[in-house]
């Protein structure tokens, strides 16, 4: 009877906890429905008001509470779709008709996705199965209709492009791709046909697009790469190479051009830092070694080129400086290349040839500011020209560092100094001395010399007037001569019968 009583008491415990149990299922189950259902509310909420990335997350949940839910799927496909991720969107579509194979309207819109993609005849055949269950489908009647003409062009830009008709291949793919515009191969097809004709920024535009459509392209990255260093971008050749890399390291082709292209790139640098520091022996090196890594592709030997132009100005060495900047305006006529020809010119002292080039800038860019200033200076040069011209004073260059400035300057000391000559040659002699004096005092002056190489003489009263000197400077009346001793080390400081010594009050 005692074990009867158990078992009652058990199976009652039984019933209980199943009751229990159920009550519980049913509550989760009807809790999990509400929260499925919410999500997809608040979902279609934030779609209507373009909250793209808050509309998906809430899909997501909704999707996780309940996968069977093909209103769900379709709704995701549609942001998805919005955001331009075709690939999960129509895998999305192909749920729901998995799920609901007479729905519609996925249906229609996978055909247009599929069209999109260029997979025409999958395309057709959805279409076409919607139409067979509404044949009054809008939608899916433009779609089917449009299939048959775009195969047509398809056809016919492929042998444009055999012939060589490439102009006429460009205008018909942009009507494709503008109904196609996710089919990478027709993008490809364009890019080819604009590297045929040299519209390579516009091949870059269009590579651009195919790495994004498809997945771990790297010869897409290879070829964009090697477009960007074609135009002379470096930087972004070498940041295309290196995505190229990211997908395979060992991606033999992209690794050889990867280290081309860094070397290049710091060559091209280095060249710029010693521009920055005024080290133009070593940038004209660097630059050098430029056109020994590359002798292919004119972009890229422009950019070797343009720096020796900058470059061997300063270093002295005109014929070559003047050899690079014409090289440089053969591949690309810039305003700012022709204002550094006309520097070399000025330096070579061809004020009529610097002119003309500073015209030819302002040709180019009416607005250029530095040409504007460079027509001023040159015709100040040519004016100064029949004038004291203290770097023919000094036999140098106008290139001429200061270090060579003082060095000629002792030797002109040391040959025309006064206590050398009698007579008439030592009047001949002093004004020698002050001349070359005056020379080294404005060549030796930062400001001075840059004042004179704009082709204004500091030194001249009448174009002084108001300066820094005061009204009708002279500086040869500040000029003495006194008994001394000899003349030391070239310099005319003690030393000599007269001690020559150059001032201002």
């Known amino acids: 009877m005692s074990l009867t009583k158990s078992c009652y008491r058990t199976l009652y415990s039984l019933w209980i906890f199943f009751v229990t149990s159920d009550v519980t299922f049913l509550e989760v189950e009807s809790t999990s429905a509400a929260e499925v259902d919410r999500h997809l509310q608040m979902g279609v909420q934030m779609l209507a008001r373009g909250q793209l990335h808050d509309a998906l997350s809430h899909f997501h949940a909704a999707i996780e509470g309940d996968p069977s839910n093909y209103l769900s799927y379709y709704r995701r496909a549609t942001v998805y779709l919005a955001l331009g991720r075709f690939r999960p969107g129509l895998q999305d579509l192909d749920e729901v008709i998995r799920i609901k194979p007479d729905f519609t309207a996925a249906r229609s819109q996978r055909a247009g996705v599929l069209l999109k993609l260029g997979r025409l005849d999958e395309a057709h055949i959805e279409a076409e199965k919607v139409l067979r269950k509404e044949p009054s489908h809008e939608d899916a009647t433009r779609i089917y209709t449009q299939i048959e003409p775009l195969k047509k062009n398809i056809e016919y830009v492929k042998h444009s492009i055999k012939a060589g008709r490439y102009e006429d291949a460009t205008h018909v ?3 494709v ?3 196609c515009p996710w089919d ?15 519209d ?7 590579l651009r697009t195919v790495t994004k459509l498809t997945q771990d392209n790297t010869q897409g990255f290879l070829r964009l790469s090697s477009l960007y260093y074609m135009v002379g971008d470096i930087e972004q050749s070498l940041a295309e190479i290196r995505e190229c890399l990211k997908l395979d390291p060992d991606h033999k082709e992209c690794f050889t051009f990867y280290k081309k292209v860094k070397k290049v790139n710091k060559l091209l640098g280095d060249a710029q830092e010693h521009v920055n520091n005024k080290e133009y022996e070593d940038c004209a090196s660097k630059a050098r070694k430029v056109l020994k890594e590359e002798k292919n592709e004119a972009e890229v030997e422009f950019l070797a080129h343009d720096k020796l132009c900058q470059c061997e100005l300063h270093t002295g ?7 690079s900047c014409n090289k440089a305006i053969g591949i690309k006529e810039e ?15 061809m004020f009529d040839e610097a002119l003309a080039d500073f015209q030819k800038a302002l040709q180019i860019d009416e607005n250029f500011h530095r040409a504007k200033e460079g027509v001023e200076k040159a015709q100040k040069l040519k004016k100064q020209a029949g004038k004291r011209d203290y770097y023919k004073i000094l036999g140098v260059k106008r290139t001429a560092s200061k270090k060579e400035i003082t060095k000629a300057y002792r030797q002109l000391a040391q040959k025309w100094h006064p206590d050398h000559y009698d007579g008439s040659e030592k009047q001949k002699a002093e004004k020698m001395f002050i001349d070359i004096a005056a020379a080294k005092e404005v060549l030796t002056d930062e400001e001075m010399r840059a004042k004179f190489d704009a082709g204004e003489d500091p030194l001249d009263p009448e174009q002084q007037q108001g300066g820094p ?12 001569f006194h008994q001394g001793g000899g003349f030391p080390g070239g310099g005319f400081h003690g030393g000599g019968p007269f001690n020559f010594k150059f001032h201002f009050n």
């Open 335 to 349: 305003a700012r290349l022709f204002c550094d020809r006309a520097e070399v010119h000025i330096a070579d002292e």
């Open 177 to 179: 791709i503008e109904q």
């Open 184 to 198: 990478a191969s027709l993008r490809e097809l364009r890019v080819s046909a604009y590297e045929a004709v040299g």
């Open 317 to 323: 060495d005109l014929s070559s400086a003047m050899e």
């Open 200 to 206: 390579i920024m516009s091949a870059i535009t269009d």
């Open 469 to 480: 000197h005061g009204h009708g400077f002279n500086p040869f009346q500040h000029f003495h």
């Open 173 to 175: 793919l942009k009507e």
